[in-house]
T-cell receptor
Framework: DVKVTQSSRYLVKRTGEKVFLECVQD?????MFWYRQDPGLGLRLIYF???????EKGDIPEGYSVSREKKERFSLILESASTNQTSMYLC??????????????FGPGTRLTVL | RKEVEQDPGPFNVPEGATVAFNCTYS??????FFWYRQDCRKEPKLLMS???SGNEDGRFTAQLNRASQYISLLIRDSKLSDSATYLC?????????????FGQGTELSVKP
């Protein structure tokens, strides 16, 4: 079974704090993704990575950065948290090879509240 | 126009009903198609892939019409446990590291 884990289920931070969200997958997947999900807006892609040290901007990268130093780990960084970054953050991974095609497997999500 | 559009819902149906969800996509280069299911406050999980010839998994049937760029999901004999949001998903259609485009989802509520 594919397992994607995220460092926290719930997180409360203050405006201006630097926030790190960690994601780890155990299936040797090449591709990893960070989304945020808000009511009425669906899943929106923030950043993705298709290899170690590679990163690509998604649809809403502003205010975020990412790091992928190891294949299994993809970190999302909020340089200076703001209240409009209060959201559910979901990490996903997928394989470029094999029979699963583009199927993405999601972690349980981190519900971040910025006060 | 959104890249993936779904019926907004919510769909409220009695147990045992048959319900159909529709979805259209705009990128004719898309090659992979999926339905995901998301329970309240949980992560999305793959329900089934959608193949060109159509495919069935128990009570669930998915169909694809490439010419019309249309995908459907049919659920027969609805169960209470089918209550969830159903997401229509297509790949981006180019070599972009497996990027997927998610519809906003259709909420299904199955009542006793």
């Amino acid at each position: 079974d594919v397992k994607v884990t995220q460092s926290s289920r719930y997180l409360v931070k203050r405006t201006g704090e630097k926030v790190f969200l960690e994601c780890v997958q155990d299936m040797d997947h090449e591709n990893m993704f960070w989304y945020r999900q808000d009511p009425g807006l669906g899943l929106r892609l923030i950043y993705f990575s298709y290899d170690v040290k590679m990163k690509e901007k998604g649809d809403i990268p502003e205010g975020y950065s990412v790091s992928r130093e190891k294949k299994e780990r993809f970190s999302l960084i909020l340089e200076s948290a703001s209240t409009n970054q209060t959201s559910m953050y979901l990490c996903a991974s997928s394989s470029t090879h094999g029979t699963s095609g583009d199927t993405q497997y999601f972690g349980p999500g981190t519900r971040l509240t910025v006060l | 126009r959104k890249e993936v559009e779904q019926d907004p819902g919510p769909f409220n149906v009695p147990e045992g009903a048959t319900v159909a969800f529709n979805c259209t996509y705009s990128n004719s280069a898309s090659q992979s198609f999926f339905w995901y299911r998301q329970d309240c406050r949980k992560e999305p999980k793959l329900l089934m892939s959608v193949y060109s010839s159509g495919n069935e998994d128990g009570r669930f049937t998915a169909q694809l019409n490439r010419a019309s760029q249309y995908i459907s999901l049919l659920i027969r004999d609805s169960k209470l446990s089918d209550s969830a949001t159903y997401l229509c998903v297509v790949n981006h259609g180019s070599n972009q590291g497996g990027k997927l485009i998610f519809g906003q989802g259709t909420e299904l509520s199955v009542k006793p």
